[in-house]
């Protein structure tokens, strides 16, 4: 098998089944606003126009040479697509269409068959059928227009569109870049397998992501993810994991599932971090792409304050971390800078409420995380809990909230310690505006961003352990 | 006066004194924000303000000393320093005041000997005098009946919560949290440190009161666990109780005896007590607003099996694993309902006919759809019909979300009122700018119509499951 580069590096691509208001047009749409340089042609066997287009009956009448063709016409005539895409000397089919083996009928199965056939016979390959297909930022190729278009080092494959989109979005939002990204459905010739011994020797893929409902070859898969988890961190999260959850995923993709037993200690063996959904999936993203790794299990959080305060103590406890007591001389450091009455504010969380989002906030962070001693701080988590805050009237807290930006994404840039953000957001009108963009902010900066003090503790406990485990099959191994 | 009738005074309140209050020319202060967001809440009530200096702010008179203040006075809010509470207690007395709301810190959760002593000398004026003391360190009453609250933004419309809560910042968190997914609170109460009025005295209070139907706590530590125990169990046996407890690790208690000066107890024992006395037990404060919106929205349920409609194949193999994990069945829909389905869908990518039923973002405006939602309605086989929706599917751009998202509100909406199946709705906050602001418009919409709403599978399966097993349990001790 040759390599893969062709998938996801097309110079010219045809949108088979483009007329206007279907799914062929939105696809066209999505690359044309994603920034892709090579030619697109579109493809309608009744001809007519495309989003200013004039559109080819037949991918053989079109002049040039084309890389890349997705199909979205009717499944009975796919073969004969693909027929002509061979001909043409294509590379690659991305088949959007669905009604095949997925609908569980012979027919289905029967025209799946036929095409990888056909594919096998020429040197055509085929992703889907009943997929997205690629995003792939560096060549503007994209299937929505609203995807980032910076290139970043985490890849991500998914076996099912709709959650492929959902984790470029989530994950986008909060400053994670893609390498490339692949919907790759019912995988009928390019497989999870395919793809993931790809990444392996992708360099401009650092991090692998993967959703998956079903797998070809359980040996070959086991192989692949323990020779890439061997080299890059490979996070999976697996659909149809429940019984009942694997009957949907074969009529989803046409996956068989096998079951959750075989699955956890395949994972386990094979050196890949399993993952329980989608929200926790983005989390470790976040983590795995932007968090220096902490030496040790040693927190600060700052702000928070009150109850807010305690819960998040008890979440961190119970994910495995210790928040150390101030020391004594630290205390009356800044006792003596900030003059301070309350003797509460300087405890481990650290109440700022009495200072805001000032420059004190800036300047007190910025000495503990700077104080070094045997109980120095490892991590610093910044509390900020939107919900919870009484004091402040729009207006004011508008101005704030700019202010708290800037000085956090200015600690963060100062900083050699790890650092997040955690930010508890809440669906108000009042306020989730205003943590939409600090989130914003901060995520551009490149700064680690969560939603609850629980999924961080249980991100950032994951890949302390995840590299914990590394350096003990380094000893041993 | 004793507790009951001095909480019903001032959860009835008329008029107000904030103690405390910078006079117009000179800065901003925690009193000036209480009165700006009294005002703002609209309390229709009184408000006097009271500072030794005298002046005015917004055109209202300062009165250098409480008893200056012509007019009866309910609730007294002090703003003022620690060491001089005591005489302002003192006064409150004298003036015929019911109550006394402490938002002052710097009492026993300092952890000095001096606030301890402070502390220990308000709680003995407050058993002297008989004038109640809410606090110190808290934020006290919102009371929407009264139209009146500490906090602007909160809700307005009153309901069968109510809510007692150790910390401040909590307290707003939880309203708004659960208030934004159509939780109406009756009488909410951030108590701080307790050295009067505490944990328990509410409790009993709540137990009594006709307008509570169901109750929600945040609880730090209890000053008597027996006490506590013995009104928590006779409570639980007339109306929900929802407990959060904060400080339950070894650290987490050590931040709340600085926080509130609690005594957290072992984690073990709290567990085992909260369970026996048959409170509702929940993590953290997202898990309390899905069970206030799951005890005030969600019919009884006959059982765990349910048919899920929702947008998505990838979405729904993930939700199938979250239901089946939290021990919910998902049976097969009889081949006429499938056939409405098929006779519905075109030829979309990923469409799964069993259930869940996957139906494109498009499906919900269309007769034919709504017609197979209908009967799957209508389905003996089900104890209850969930709606799973991301906000932003596959290929919906924002020109037609909106429209579209209408159009799936409405056919919800249609079918929750023509149908006495129990539904609930699963709406995704979508991790985009734009799916946030289609969420809270969505989730508005709903619960105005009745329906539960959730923001993801696992949270809805534990909430639910929990109810259930609320239920059984109850009617399990009953005679």
Redesign the interface.
């Known amino acids: 098998m040759g390599s893969l580069d062709p998938i996801f590096y097309p110079t010219s691509i045809a949108i088979a089944g483009a007329s206007p208001g279907k799914s062929g047009q939105w696809f066209l749409d999505s690359i044309r606003t994603s920034g892709f340089k090579g030619p697109i042609y579109a493809i309608n066997s009744k001809g007519g126009e495309v989003s200013g287009l004039l559109a080819y009956t037949n991918v053989k009448d079109i002049p040039g040479p084309v890389d890349y063709t997705i199909c979205c016409i009717p499944a009975p005539h796919v073969p004969q697509l693909v027929r002509d895409c061979a001909a043409k000397g294509v590379k690659t089919i991305s088949i959007y269409t669905s009604g095949f083996s997925e609908t569980g009928t012979q027919e289905g199965r029967d025209l799946e068959r036929e095409i990888v056939r056909i594919a096998q016979a020429s040197r055509i390959r085929i992703v889907g059928p009943n997929c997205l297909g690629v995003y792939s930022p560096k060549v503007g190729l994209s299937f929505a227009s609203d995807f980032s278009r910076r290139v970043g080092k985490v890849a991500l494959i998914g076996q099912s569109g709709g959650n492929t989109s959902y984790l470029i979005r989530a994950a986008s939002q909060r400053g994670v870049r893609f390498s490339k990204a692949v919907s790759y459905g019912n995988a009928c010739d390019i497989n999870e397998s395919h793809l993931l011994e790809y990444l392996a020797h992708d360099p401009e893929t650092e991090i692998v992501a993967a959703y998956i409902e079903g797998i070809k070859d359980g040996e070959r898969f086991h192989r692949v993810l323990s020779r890439l988890s061997a080299v890059k961190p490979v996070l999976v999260l697996k659909g149809g994991y429940t019984r009942a959850g694997g009957e949907i995923a074969a009529s989803h993709t046409g996956s068989l599932a096998g079951s959750a037993e075989v699955w956890d200690s395949l994972i386990q063996q094979s050196g890949a971090i399993s993952v329980g959904n989608l929200e926790e999936m983005v989390d470790l993203l976040v983590t795995f792409a932007l968090l220096p790794l902490p030496r040790g299990r040693k927190v600060g959080v700052f702000g928070g304050g009150g109850g807010a305060s305690v819960l998040a103590t008890d979440e961190l406890t119970m994910a495995g971390f210790t928040l150390p007591r101030l020391p004594p001389e630290l205390i009356k450091e800044l006792m003596e800078l900030f003059g301070n009455t309350a003797g509460m504010i300087f405890k481990n969380p650290i109440d700022l409420s009495m200072v805001g989002y000032s420059q004190s906030f800036y300047d007190v962070v910025k000495r503990l995380l700077s104080y070094s001693s045997g109980d120095s701080f490892d991590l610093g988590l910044i509390h900020a809990g939107f919900g919870q805050a009484a004091w402040f009237s729009s207006s004011a807290f508008e101005i704030e909230i700019n202010q708290f930006r800037d000085f956090v994404t200015r600690i963060h840039r100062e900083t050699d310690k790890p650092l997040a953000l955690v930010l508890q957001f809440l669906i108000t009108n009042w306020d989730w505006q205003k943590a939409l963009d600090l989130q914003r902010g901060c995520s551009e900066a490149g700064m680690p961003v969560f939603h609850s003090m629980a999924s961080a503790a249980k991100a950032i406990d994951r890949f302390l352990r995840y590299h914990e485990a590394r350096q003990r099959a380094g000893k041993t191994g | 006066m004793n507790k009951n009738e001095a909480l019903d005074a001032v959860f009835n309140l008329r008029s107000v004194v904030i103690v405390g209050v910078a006079p117009g020319d000179e800065g901003f202060n925690?009193g000036r924000?209480f009165l700006?967001?009294i005002i703002?809440y609209g309390f229709k009530g009184k408000i006097h303000l009271v500072n030794p200096k005298g002046g005015e702010v917004l055109g209202l008179k300062i009165y250098p000393h409480l008893s200056d203040i012509p007019e009866a006075v309910d609730y007294v809010i002090s703003c003022i320093p620690a060491p001089f509470v005591a005489q302002l207690i003192k006064d409150s007395a004298a003036k015929g005041a019911k109550a006394v709301c402490l938002f002052t810190?710097?009492f026993a959760?300092?952890?000095?000997e001096t606030g301890r002593q402070l502390e220990m000398g308000v709680q003995r004026l407050a058993q002297s005098t008989g004038v109640r003391v809410i606090g110190p360190n808290c934020?006290g009453i919102h009371s929407p009946k009264a139209g009146f609250s500490?906090?602007?933004?909160l809700p307005h419309e009153t309901g069968p919560v109510s809510f007692i809560?150790?910390?401040?910042?909590?307290?707003?968190?939880l309203v708004?949290?659960a208030?934004?997914r159509g939780i109406r609170f009756n009488k909410v109460i951030s108590y701080g440190n307790a050295c009067d009025i505490d944990e328990t005295d509410l409790l009993e209070y709540l137990h009594q009161d006709a307008e509570t139907k169901v109750v929600a706590a945040?609880i730090?530590g209890v000053k008597d666990g027996r006490r506590f125990y013995r009104v928590l169990q006779e409570l639980a046996a007339v109306k929900p109780v929802v407990v959060l407890k904060?400080?339950?690790?070894?650290?987490?208690a050590?931040?709340?005896a600085?926080?509130t000066a609690s005594l957290a107890g072992s984690h073990d024992l709290w567990m085992r007590a909260l369970d026996q006395a048959g409170a509702i037990r929940v993590n953290?404060?997202?898990e309390m607003a899905d069970m206030l919106v799951t005890l005030q929205y969600m019919p009884l349920l006959g059982g765990k099996r349910l048919a899920m409609a929702g947008?998505?194949?990838?979405?729904?193999?993930?939700a199938?694993?979250?239901?089946?994990?939290a021990g919910f069945?998902?049976p097969q829909l009889p081949d006429d309902i499938r056939q409405a389905f098929r006779d519905a869908l075109g030829?979309?990518?990923?469409?799964?006919?069993?259930n869940?039923v996957?139906i494109p973002h498009l499906g919900f405006g269309h007769e034919v759809f709504r017609h197979a939602l209908t009967k799957l309605g209508q389905f003996q086989g089900i104890d209850l019909l969930v709606f799973h929706l991301?906000i932003?599917?596959?290929?919906l751009?924002?020109a037609v979300a909106p429209i579209l998202i209408d159009r799936e509100t409405e056919t919800i909406i249609r079918l929750h009122r023509e149908s006495a199946m129990p539904m609930a709705v699963v709406a995704h906050?979508?991790?985009?700018?734009e799916g946030?602001?289609f969420?809270?418009k969505y989730?508005k919409d709903f619960y105005e119509a009745g329906l539960t709403v959730y923001h993801?599978i696992?949270s809805a399966a534990k909430a639910i499951d929990r109810f259930i097993r609320y239920h059984r349990n109850l009617m399990a001790s009953q005679p």
């Not at chain 2, 932003?392 to 290929?395: A, N, Q, S, Y």
Request: proline content about 4%; some cysteine.
């Open positions: 925690t924000l700006n967001h703002e810190s710097g959760e300092f952890g000095t934020l500490f906090a602007p933004d809560c150790q910390s401040g910042g909590n307290t707003m968190y708004r949290a208030g934004a945040y730090e904060g400080g339950t690790t070894g650290a987490g050590r931040v709340a600085s926080h953290d404060l997202d947008v998505g194949g990838g979405a729904g193999v993930l199938t694993d979250d239901w089946d994990r069945v998902l030829n979309d990518a990923g469409t799964i006919l069993s869940p996957d991301p932003r599917g596959i290929m751009s924002l906050y979508m991790a985009t700018g946030w602001h969420a809270a989730v993801s696992p």
